[in-house]
């Protein structure tokens, strides 16, 4: 039952955290446009209180369930910062993450959206088909 009923409800929390802040705010909702907000923005309060109800929010719900996420390997800091560099042009390149595109463009029919999301999903396909 979990398998079914977690995912479900996380998908729920979601979209109803998107209508919430989209309501409340007036933007659309894209994790790669509030980090942005929050670091270069006048207006910070409410994206870094977004931030930290993401961090606040996963982590409560790991150590209530007991969750633990195993890192097969260490991995070098100097690849994982070339990877964020390249992440975060990636983001800007495509005028948003996947998040913002996935969830937001999708729901609003966003052709720009459904096409960024595809690629997304055909890249990460491809990835773990050659990587596994």
Not at 16 to 33: E, F, H, P
Request: aromatic share 8%; charged share 10%.
């Amino acid at each position: 039952m979990d398998t079914i009923f977690n995912p479900l409800v996380g998908g729920l929390l979601i979209g109803l955290a998107t209508v919430i802040y989209l309501l409340s705010v007036g933007k659309v909702i894209g994790i790669s446009g509030i980090l942005s907000q929050a670091l270069f923005s006048k207006e910070r309060f409410l994206p870094f209180l977004f931030i930290a109800g993401l961090i606040i929010g996963g982590s409560a719900y790991g150590i209530f369930t007991e969750q633990t996420v195993a890192f097969p390997e260490t991995r070098s800091p100097l690849l994982l910062i070339i990877s964020g560099l390249l992440v975060g042009y990636g983001t800007r390149l495509g005028g948003g993450c996947t998040s913002g595109h996935g969830v937001c463009g999708i729901s609003r029919l966003s052709p720009r959206s459904i096409i960024a999301t595809l690629v997304f999903m055909a890249a990460a396909i491809i990835t773990v088909a050659v990587l596994k």
